[in-house]
């Protein structure tokens, strides 16, 4: 071999981060003391990236505590590269609590790093400085002969090199570098087809998205309940000089008057407080099925695996239930073992075991709550209505695993994991790929919802009238004099000034808006997935074993890889970060990613290289 072993990284996020990480502890293996020169992309700081970066709110919170959020690997992660663990979030919030010269931190920072739990819904701010510091003490720890450099720009285009290197790195000045394989880690791109308009805010991460221009005492329309809606409304609230108090919530005077609402209408649940990280139900009916299912992939979603999540969640409510209330449930164990065997009818298991009606777990009507809510109500009630659901589940969360309906919603949303392998790949027939993607819908809405204080709020806004609920069903209009809101129970039309999108579109191969995802496909060098019957996809497609670029003519691209988003159909539920203790897909995928790289590279520095 001769020269540096030159790899690029495209990103530094989260995904960047673990892949310098990977590379680094993989290369005295694979490139045999050789030295290797990493170089990351990212017009944002290394580590935490554009979505976690200094200067945002320290009132936006993640949605997962801090003893699950990593960037290391550890001993349950499967992977062919060496093991070198690190702490979690939540361990080096107690280490720079402990030592603060261990980082630099501002002292509201700091302080908060000091009040942080295993359990604790920390600040995107925190989170951000934690990344920063993984990224400083991974490549502050890299071996003599491996050195790492980033460049605060974007990539706008690879071109094959020519010459002692494979591929030619162009960024957004025009600046050009060179290397051997590159590693895409591009996170959420944008997409080509959002329509603009001057009163509405594009959907995006909250901390890119221009909420100026939403005037104090002016009507908006907040579209999407989900973690983007509560980043608005926090936004738009407390960011503004509001305060929530014991009593409720005291405006500063800055705030709009906000209207929310969605397809479904109802805000995403609270997740339940356990007091501690939630657990991983054993899920035990799924997963004694999941050998089976493998062998005969592709299943059909709604008939193979639905049905499995299905009693899973059931046996885990009605667990719950014969604890807490045992006048409820008549011989649980028979019930619990039926439930396993799966041999009969459910309705008639579970009317025969439980007598009242209000005491069964009925997963459709928790899906959609409103349908059988609104029967019969009027159009004015719709508001109300919604603000009860808050209400009723924020006091089940509160009941954490005394919740029977909070255990049970906790089993169908960690089925999102357990069935990653098995759908991953073409696991799924493209009939009932829909279906899979329902079912992940339904499963963020049960168990990727805020901490139950982000509820509380909510209901404090709602009772201070600055948020009310336009239910099911929303639509927006847009003409020149602002929105005009509709929804299936609001009483006509309603007018608004502005309208914020606080929801994000799935990223997409076709309508791409990301430049250099752009010249990929139509050079040939990317395209879209296809299931096996041809069906497209909005995913990127990669080869299955390490995440290698496949291009238009079928064939890998020597030398590119992709890992995380863009490909999120064709690996699945790889949008979320690493989470220690799981064997984590993500960390699997990025160091099968960063071992091939490494192997491909080394192979560009022989006389025989593989032409781009």
Known sequence: ????????????????????????????????????????????????GRIWREGQPQTLIMNTVAAQSTVFTDDTVRIDGPITPGPNLAQWCALVAADPSAADLPADVAAEAAQTRDDSSPSRLLYGHYLRWCFRRITGEAPEQVTVRTVAESIVDISPAGGDAEWTLTTSSGDRFAADAVILAVGWLPRSDTPSH?????????????????????????????????DAVSLLTETRGGVFTGDGYRPSGQEPQIIAGSRRGLPYRAKPVFGAPPFFPEQRILRAALSELHERRPVDFTQDVLPLIHRDALYDYYAALARVRPDAVSAPAELLAALVAGSEDLDALVAAHVADPADRLDLADAADPLRRALAGRSHADIDALVAEFVRHDAAEAALGADSPLKLGLHSYAAA????????????????????????????????????????????????????????????????????????????????????????????????????????????????????????????LDVRHSDGALIGSDGRTVPGVYSVGVPHEDIRVFTIIAPVPGTNSPVLREIDAAARSALVFARSVRHAERTPA
């Open 198 to 230: 001057p009163g509405v805010v594009a959907p995006g991460n909250p901390i890119d998205q221009d909420l100026s221009q939403i005037a104090p005492g002016s009507t908006v329309v907040v579209r999407g309940l989900g973690m983007g809606f509560f």
């Open 416 to 539: 999102r994991g357990a069935v990653i392998d098995l759908v991953a790949y073409g696991g799924l027939t493209a009939a009932s790929f829909p279906a899979y993607r329902a079912f992940l819908a339904t499963a963020a809405s049960f168990g990727s919802g805020p901490p139950l204080r982000r509820s509380q709020q909510l209901l404090a806004l709602h009772d201070a009238g600055i948020v009310r609920f336009a239910g099911p069903g929303l639509a927006a209009t847009l003409d020149a004099d602002g929105v005009r809101v509709t929804a299936h129970r609001l009483d006509g039309d309603v007018r608004a000034d502005a309208l914020v999108e606080a929801w994000l579109p799935t990223p997409t191969v076709e309508h791409t808006a990301d430049p250099l995802l752009r010249r990929l496909v139509d050079r040939g060098y990317a395209r879209a997935w296809r299931h096996a019957d041809g069906t497209p996809t909005d995913a």
């Open 1 to 48: 071999m001769t020269g540096t072993v030159e790899i690029a990284v495209v990103g530094a996020s989260v995904r960047g981060t673990a892949l310098v990480e990977r590379l680094i502890a993989s290369a005295p293996e694979l490139l045999d003391g050789s030295p290797l020169r990493i170089t990351v992309f990212d017009p944002h700081p290394p580590g935490s």
